[in-house]
């Protein structure tokens, strides 16, 4: 089954959150949602997990015992122990027989060893592992997860990006929007939102193989406006250019296509 979005409209007030996005999410498979401050990230994520209506547009996901969704806020119960939460969504989702998956999901979390604990005194990145385990314990079709990384160390992160893909290969669709373009890469889909569209989708290969132009490392960049940091020294962007020379990572990918949207150069 294909989850996602056709022509899919938000609006807030006088703001238009999402302008017409098209999304198809294949289950098995992972697709990471990426941009800027303001994109429409979360307004996505939260129509596709189904706690914000659309304004416009078809919205295609399973019954909503059916969905696993990891907001920003965390989703946890902060006064209640972590078991508790468990117990919580097990009962919400009215589940049977969920102790055994329970505590594989809490063990390959690493945080099997803090069942006692309340949510609110556990560190960032257990938190997450935690939320992100809630979110499992349904065996969900559809699994949005927004920015479920941010802010954790990267042993955690690297925990949290097994457990997504444990859920791909049982057969969930996975949809997680995320600030770490290194994660983004490893993902089998990417899709780059820029002020509520679409700028390019695809497999990661073919969103930077498809980037016009070549990109170059120099330590003074000819044109600031088609410039950004890489550590000590800075990617210049010539868009004249013939295609090819160093590696064009996904990072440089989507500058591009932003630029491109902003009108720095003819498309």
């Known amino acids: 089954m294909t989850w ?37 990230k979360s ?31 965390g ?22 027989s969920w102790r055994d998956r329970a505590d594989d999901l809490l063990r390959r979390a690493g945080i099997d060893a803090f069942r006692d604990r309340l949510a609110g005194h556990l560190s960032g990145g257990q938190q997450r592992k935690l939320a992100g385990s809630l979110a499992l314990l349904p065996e969900p079709d559809l699994l949005v997860l927004d920015e479920v990384t941010t802010g954790v160390d ?25 600030a770490y373009l290194d994660e983004a890469e490893r993902a089998e889909d990417v899709v780059l939102l820029h002020r509520g569209r679409v700028l390019a989708s695809g497999p990661p290969q073919r969103i930077t193989a498809g980037m016009p132009g070549s990109i170059d490392d120099t330590d003074e960049p000819e044109d600031p406006a088609r410039a950004w940091r890489h ?37």
């Open 154 to 178: 990267p042993y955690s992160r690297m925990e949290i990006g097994r457990l997504v893909a444990g859920a791909a290969a049982a057969g969930a669709a996975v949809v997680a929007a995320t």
């Open 75 to 96: 989703g946890l119960y902060r006064d209640l122990s972590v078991e508790e939460n468990v117990e919580f969504v097990a009962q919400a989702y009215r589940l049977e």
């Open 231 to 267: 550590g000590a020294r800075w990617r210049q962007w010539r868009p004249d250019a013939p295609s090819g020379g160093g590696r064009v990572r996904l990072e440089d990918a989507a500058i591009v296509h932003e630029l491109l949207a902003e009108g720095a150069a003819p498309p």
């Open 43 to 73: 307004t996505l994520l939260r129509v596709l997990a189904g706690v914000l209506p659309g304004d416009e547009g078809e919205v295609r996901r399973p019954p909503v015992g059916r969905v696993g969704f990891v907001s920003t806020a």
């Open 4 to 40: 996602g979005a056709t022509g899919l409209v938000v609006r807030f007030g006088a703001t238009v959150a999402l302008d017409g996005v098209d999304l198809a999410i294949e289950a098995g498979r992972v697709y990471a949602v990426i941009g800027g401050d303001g994109s429409g």
